[in-house]
């Protein structure tokens, strides 16, 4: 598998796409058993999926966004899925599909779904978990105003879908007038009796014709929730209502702004509401320190129920103290001094000339995003500070140039260490070697490249820096590197050595895999062609399959070109 890749998708806006074979917005496929998935502060929007018209029957997940995974860590952060639609009467999710997630955690805090359509199951989202995953969080996120089921029947999950083999936690989570043919806020399918939905602090509220369903064994269990139609249901647990939440303004559920997990948002709770402050602090976890419109979120003592904390209005407001280091590194927006702010806050760190920025630091109570990015988010409960570092960037800086594989080729300047000029675009050149061809430059330091795949590019140091240029084998074969064929005297030379003609090629070789009873030496002839890129090379190739080796035998992962173990012929 190799090293676990960090696949990170950010700030992107993804709408008005449409397909009629497959998902609409984006479809990421991620077969890497350890992989780390992260998906933060994107919109997919108005994207619609459907069958081809008149076409066969197909499954189709997701409207705007698929995910299919081998397993990992899967974090999904601050997203929004608008007014996607999936046409599909098999359709998976509308907004969200994440069909397969064999193993690893999934975290799901901060989304907002919302007028999202779905002809087959899950209005907002579906998930599948398998028996593998050891942790599902799906904390404070907005399912309203979604449909499943749309035009068909026996579809689950209005807002959210869930399969699983697994104990999912729903925690503070907010489900509003969503609507299916059955579950219409939340259903849920459990593989197993063992299996159950854990959910605290929630509120469903005017969703239709229920608002919550469990689908063979498995089970749903509630506490501290406020659910519309729960009473004398088997869920209903400890600390659970069945009363109107008294919604800030029901009727705009994205306020007056109309921008969604903000502060002004008509689904915030009121002072009056029998949700507000009767949550189970004991059911958050250390890690959840904000509610979905980025405000404190446990106020008063008691956290509320729903993905909103506090009532709708003025934020509260923090002293947020913006410095940059050194002095002369550079300026900030906020400018560098105190400021009355509400959370979150775009913060930007501007270089002067000859600095360079480094990162953000911050003191207890506040969180940047991003802290190496100059532009991010800053998010606060408390007073303090924002610094934002510089590095004075040096007249001169060390350039070391290396090739790999060594034998690989060369480089302009040459291997090894060199003194340049900071902020200049130096020229920098890489020549393969015979046999090899140049593959891309990888650098590490403080280096910008013109083009990392180009041989010849431009390289602009801010610091001291490394580069590398990297060369694979060309894939055919020179003269004595055919040992692997089994013999050394495989190339008769023209009699004159001056390759005038084509070398013939042959090689000795003995069959235990299909005549292990009589392993007689026996001749198999190769055709053979010269390179017309590079004519010192040429490329053999069986006349006809010849089985030298017997597969079963070579150990997995190993080159049977260099294999010289047990079954090697």
Known sequence: EGAAPSITVENNIISNNLSYEGVAGMSMHVLHRSAVITYTGNTFSDNVSGPIPAGPTIQISGGGLQLYNDGGTIVFNQNKFLGNRNLDPNG??????????????????????????????????????????????????????????????????????????????????????????????????????????????????????????????????????????????????????????????????????????????????????????????????????????????????????????????????????????????????????????????????????????????????????????SSTSLSFTADGTATANFAEIPATATLTMAVSPAEGGSTSPAVGAHTVATQVAHAITATAAAGYNFTGWTKTGSVTLGNASSASTTANLLGNASLTANFAAVPYMTLGSLGYFGTDDLISFPADNDFSGKPSASASYTDPVSDPANPKTRKASLKTAFDKIHPDLFSAEWTKKQALFNKKNIPAGTDSRTYAGPGRH
Not at 103 to 129: D, H, K, R, Y
Not at 302 to 315: L, R
């Open 92 to 373: 998976l999710g509308a907004g969200l599909s994440i069909d397969n997630i064999p193993s690893g955690t999934l975290q799901m805090v901060g989304n907002v779904f919302a007028g999202n359509q779905n002809a087959g199951i899950g209005g907002g989202a579906l998930i599948n978990f398998q028996a593998g995953v050891t942790s599902a969080y799906i904390a404070e996120n907005l399912f309203v105003n979604n449909q499943a089921g749309v035009g068909a029947s026996e579809a689950s999950g209005g807002g959210l879908s869930i399969g699983s083999g697994i104990d999912v936690i729903l925690l503070n989570n907010t489900f509003y007038n969503n609507s299916a043919d059955s579950a219409g806020g939340l259903g849920y399918y459990a593989e197993s009796a063992s299996d159950s939905a854990s959910l605290f602090n929630e509120v469903f509220w005017g969703n239709t014709p229920n608002s919550m369903e469990a689908f063979g064994p498995g089970s749903i269990a509630a506490t501290y929730s406020n659910i519309d139609g729960g009473t004398g249901q088997s869920y209903f647990g400890t600390g659970c209502i069945d009363t109107d939440p008294l919604f800030f303004n029901q009727s705009n559920p994205p306020g007056a702004d109309g921008i969604y997990a903000t502060i002004d948002d008509g689904l915030h709770l009121t002072a009056a509401s029998p949700s507000f402050g009767t949550g189970s602090n004991a059911a958050v976890p250390a890690w959840l320190t904000l509610d979905i419109a980025g405000q404190a979120r446990t106020q008063g003592g008691t956290v509320d129920m729903g993905a909103y904390e506090g009532v709708a209005g003025t934020p509260t407001a923090y002293n947020i103290t913006m410095t940059v280091s050194p002095a002369a590194g550079g300026t900030t927006s906020p400018a560098v001094g105190t400021h009355s702010l509400t959370s979150p806050q775009t913060i930007t760190a501007t270089a002067a000339g000859g600095y360079v920025f480094t990162g953000w630091t911050t003191t207890a109570g506040l969180s940047a995003a991003s802290p190496s990015s």
